[in-house]
């Protein structure tokens, strides 16, 4: 078989062909220009990042002819002979199936006899993680102290399953995920050379499939070029791949806008009718989202968009969408992806996520009008409360207020249908039965309570914002609002409150919302007569003593017999 793949003709062969890793790179070369690299080096990152190739590299550069040299000539004997694995002093050694003691010890045995051909032996453990317990132990002294001919260079995508001691002993270089647009680059790059078309479309489709590794795009684009007829297009790659073209998400996400479930589902069933993957489906939506929302936020941060390619038709939908349904439906969304992890139904998932969504736009829709009430409402009630401070700074108080503008008052006072009549005796009732203990218990539930509403019930979560619950007994809650409006409007959502505290509590509770004033007057005259009962009660109990002793002093005097005790 003389064809090779993409990534393997095209792997690179000097530190410069390394894309996307120039802060490893550049310092690698430095290193071996002034002689002062290390004896280990640990190269972590995702796959097909360019680990492994980069240490190939790196052995070559350091035996090199010409070295110390920033990068191998490829033309001298260690090169040519390090590239084509016929130099057995560079080993590169799969851990994956030689994770045992022996093979390692067989390494450590080895190590201490001098290169044959050329200057420093290379060992390139990859997925270094795999090694078991004792065949790190058996590695770690020669780490510590290797002798001067030899370099290790282990590569992990799982950096956190090598033991510490082992990355202590080691110089750790993290490689990054390669950006799309240096993806993109290097694979126009190759197919001049390979003399190859493809649309810029497909390139970017087959960026965003591989996921920041080049390795990845490589194989998918050698896919691609033999599905495809003359020239890749990103139908070809759509194909491959099982993703959805920017054309069909952009549909998706207007239907999702414009409220049209009937659309939304019948254009997923469609999407998976033709093979399309319903995770990359959720996934891709997801990103495009994104892109949405960072255009609408910096237009100018267009080289940064993840999945979206910015035209017309994207300009527009952009300009149609607020940012805080995008968050919501990112928020929906995620939680799909979680969902369809544990199921083998992931299309249902999906379908019920895009009704949750066109369903939460209803309710928004449907609480505008109530929600521009409520704001005049509670502008008008800042203004009356910074009018009246003002009157008391003046000196004048509110009873004078009250006479000198009675008139008016009935004149004005008109009944409010969102009038909210305070339980004072209700109140009164649960203020005799509380205990700190029953309030502890709700507020320590309190952040799980508003956020599991904010999710079921979005209109309620809102009247309960700046709610404080200020008493509670064993079966009531009284809960403090702002104003009184929120009062009226937390009795309309009393069902899902009281529904939701069950859940948490575990037991029936009955919530009492008052407005804040109402309710400092009632804490303040239960308070004061709490503090009178206690008086009396003292009083009583002090009367009750002198009064006894009295009677034990007349007992004294004239003793039982003469005594007659008569009550006042």
């Not at 370099?151 to 080691?170: D, G, M, Q, Y």
């Amino acid at each position: 078989m003389s064809y090779q793949a993409l990534y393997r003709v095209w792997r690179p062969q000097t530190f410069i062909d390394v894309v996307g890793q120039s802060h490893i790179t550049r310092t690698l070369q430095n290193a071996i220009v002034q002689d002062k690299f290390s004896h280990a080096y640990l190269f972590s990152g995702p796959r097909g990042t360019g680990k492994t190739s980069a240490a190939k590299i790196f052995a070559k550069t350091i035996n090199c002819k010409h070295a110390p040299t920033k990068e191998p000539c490829g033309t001298c004997e260690a090169c040519v002979g390090i590239q084509t694995g016929a130099i057995a002093d560079v080993m590169e050694i799969d851990a994956a199936s030689n994770n045992g003691v022996e093979q390692i010890r067989d390494i450590r045995d080895k190590v201490k006899y001098a290169p044959s051909a050329v200057t420093y032996k290379v060992y390139i453990i990859d997925e270094v993680h795999m090694l078991s317990i004792g065949a790190f132990n058996a590695l770690l002294k020669t780490l510590e102290e290797p002798p001067k001919h030899v370099v290790f260079i282990l590569a992990t995508t799982e950096p956190h399953k090598i033991p510490l001691t082992i990355i202590s002993r080691c110089q750790r270089f993290d490689f990054k995920r390669i950006t799309q647009q240096t993806i993109v680059q290097r694979m126009q790059s190759i197919m001049e050379k390979e003399e190859v078309d493809v649309s810029n479309e497909a390139y970017h489709a087959i960026a965003l499939a591989a996921e920041g590794g080049m390795r990845d795009a490589l194989s998918l684009l050698d896919q691609a070029i033999s599905y495809s007829q003359e020239t890749v297009q990103l139908d070809d790659v759509l194909a491959i791949t099982g993703s959805v073209s920017q054309a069909n998400l952009m549909r998706l996400v207007e239907a999702l806008q414009n409220n049209d479930a009937r659309l939304a589902l019948t254009l997923v069933d469609q999407f998976i009718q033709e093979g399309k993957d319903p995770a990359r489906l959720v996934h891709d939506l997801i990103y495009i989202l994104r892109d949405l929302l960072l255009y609408q936020t910096v237009p100018a941060l267009e080289d940064t968009m993840e999945r979206a390619l910015v035209d017309e038709h994207f300009q527009s939908v952009a300009t149609q969408l607020s940012a805080t349904w995008i968050q919501q439906t990112i928020g929906e969304l995620n939680q799909c992806q979680q969902d369809m992890k544990w199921t083998n139904s992931p299309k249902v998932f999906i379908e019920i996520t895009l009704l949750k969504i066109t369903e939460q736009k209803n309710e928004t829709q449907s609480e505008g009008p109530h929600r521009e009430q409520f704001l005049q409402l509670t502008e008008k009630l800042d203004k009356l409360e910074k009018e009246l401070t003002q009157l008391k700074q003046q000196g004048v108080t509110t009873n004078q207020v009250t006479q000198g503008n009675t008139t008016t008052v009935k004149k004005r006072v008109v009944p409010s249908k969102n009038h909210y009549k305070v339980p004072f005796e209700r109140i009164r009732q649960v203020l005799e039965q509380a205990e700190k203990a029953h309030l502890k218990q709700i507020h320590s539930q309190w952040a799980t309570f508003m956020q599991m509403l904010k999710q079921q019930n979005a209109p309620a979560h809102a009247t309960l914002q700046d709610a404080k619950p200020s008493a509670a007994s064993e079966d009531s809650l009284i809960i403090a609002f702002k104003y009184e409006i929120h009062c009226s409007l937390a009795l309309d959502h009393k069902q899902t409150i009281e529904s939701l505290l069950l859940e948490l509590i575990g037991k029936t509770i009955l919530i009492i919302p008052i407005p804040e004033v109402n309710w400092q007057e009632v804490r303040q005259d239960f308070i004061e007569k709490q503090r009178q009962q206690n008086q009396d009660q003292q009083e009583q109990d002090v009367e009750e003593i002198e009064e006894d002793k009295i009677i034990t002093e007349a007992r004294k005097l004239v003793g039982d017999d003469l005594l007659e005790i008569h009550d006042k």
